[in-house]
């Protein structure tokens, strides 16, 4: 599936492979992501209906860079391809190869010029005597907006500036923001759920998006580390609030809402109110929504190019949005539900804001009928399944390639790659396992080369699971039973055989602590 898709007029072929040409020598996460339709790899195989084969490289990449000119003006295709862009709120770039002669469609986004006084880039092109010139500031400009973007993982930094000695194999903690260069495996969700979030922008509807999945498939990680990441790079159409986690006060907890406008104020230059006043009016929409419009407005003066004619649409993050809800629920569940509803709801002064949140699909129900909620969309989406087999290789070796490129001497033997393979073919769900394992892997064996004699020393996969429970859970067998029996009252599918579920066992739940403990976020690294 490519990335970036580029539209262009048969007319400007030579300029258009130019182009491709040039990315993909600046950008080498670029080869094999751009779709051309004449490109014997990535084109349009002979024989297949091309009209139908270019709307659903449309539909699936993540951004569309329009090569503008009187030929791409007056193609009835090309118009269709940035209508098309447009309405699923791809990224687009419009690059123009001359002076516009008439209205522009595209003017709505920031343009790279490749023409006009200055430097330029002399680029060859297979089969045609004459090289293309294009005024370097301007292909510049279009690869550092490629790059904001955020395409791939390899367009995010790693390790993090502020910790140099992250693991970039995180167990069963989630992923988080920082995370998103080693988060593997997922990108076809990503591109569909940022397609979906896209849209609701586009649409200008106030939605939740619910992304709906079993325990232990990764939602957190997909929120923290997938989405959101790309999302806040996209910070001309979205304004990025930080996650709140619900737990037992989703209004003034440390991961409650008044935190997250606090911080979104600060970040913005709005120290004022201080955090205690936000936390008394958290429970009151009206309030809240004036502190999130004042920090919009704030966000349209940031551009150095003049405010965007549309405000960036907030996002805000629920992880563990079931934790609302049911017996972990508090007295501020309500009154939270209550403030998303009035944020979501018509009202003065206007406010553009989509809420995603991560649900358990065995919780969702109680929280779809929420009476607060009541005649709100939700837009579902429900594509975080079990991961599937050919995508376990990516979440073995993808952090891997991203921390040797940071100095680290980790290497995986083939052999032991083939042998986690073969593991986790043989059993469902084997997502967590993998998970854990790679952690424990590199915890103890991770400054270099790391074969079956290391993970032999280990136990295998399953041990190494069975170690980390038998470390949670009491070694005497009543006090065992007991907290087992605990964790089946917190966490309904504590002590069932199944990989995720076990995982929630032994990681969920009040163990030899106080009652009413929460469980942990839904953590499956790479997943």
Known sequence: MSRVFLSHSSRDVVEALALKTWLERAEPGLVGEIFFDLDRESGI????RWKEALRKANERCEAVICLLSAHWDRSPECMTEYRSAEDRGKAIFPVRLAPATGRDITDEWQRCDLFGDGPTTVVSVDGHPEPVRFLTSGLLRLQQ?????????????????????RAPY???QPLEAVDAAIYFGRDAQINKALTAIRELRSAGANQRFVILGPSGVGKSS????????????????????????????????EHGLARSVHALRAGLGLPEPALGMIKAGAGDPVRVRSWLVQAQRVAVDRFLDGPSPVPP?????????????????SEEAGAFLTTVAGLLRD???????????????????PLQTAPQLAGLDARVFDDLRPMAADRYREVICGPAARAQRAGSRLQWAPELVERLLADCAA?????????????????????????????????????????????VLSADPDTRREELARLRRVHPVAG????????????????????????????????
Do not use: K
């Not at 195989?45 to 297949?48: E, F, L, R, S």
């Not at 990441?229 to 709140?244: E, N, S, T, Y």
């Not at 032999?456 to 399953?462: F, S």
């Not at 403990?517 to 690294?525: F, S, T, V, Y």
């Open 45 to 48: 195989p002979a024989g297949v």
């Open 496 to 527: 069932h055989d199944q990989p995720g579920q076990r995982r929630a066992a032994a990681s969920a739940g009040p163990l030899g602590g106080p009652a009413g403990r929460q469980p942990p976020a839904d953590r499956c690294a790479g997943g």
């Open 222 to 253: 997909f929120l923290r580390a997938g989405l959101l990441p790309r999302l806040a790079r996209d910070d001309r159409h979205f304004l990025v609030m930080d996650v709140v986690r619900p737990q037992r006060r989703p209004l003034t907890g």
């Open 347 to 365: 009202g003065q002064p206007p406010l553009s804001i989509v809420v995603v949140g991560t649900v358990r699909s065995d919780r969702y129900e």
């Open 170 to 172: 995180r167990g069963w």
């Open 145 to 165: 907006g490629l790059r904001a973007a955020g395409i791939a993982p390899d367009n995010f930094g790693w390790p993090p500036e502020d910790e140099p000695n």
């Open 427 to 471: 059993g469902a769900d084997a997502l967590p396992l993998l998970a854990l394992t790679l952690a424990r892997l590199y915890e103890d064996y991770g400054t270099g080369v790391v074969g079956l004699a290391e993970y032999e020393a280990l136990g295998g996969m399953r041990r190494v699971v069975q170690t980390e429970i038998d470390g």
């Open 313 to 329: 649409t907030i996002v805000l993050p629920v992880d563990q949005a079931e934790e609302l809800l049911g017996a972990q629920a």
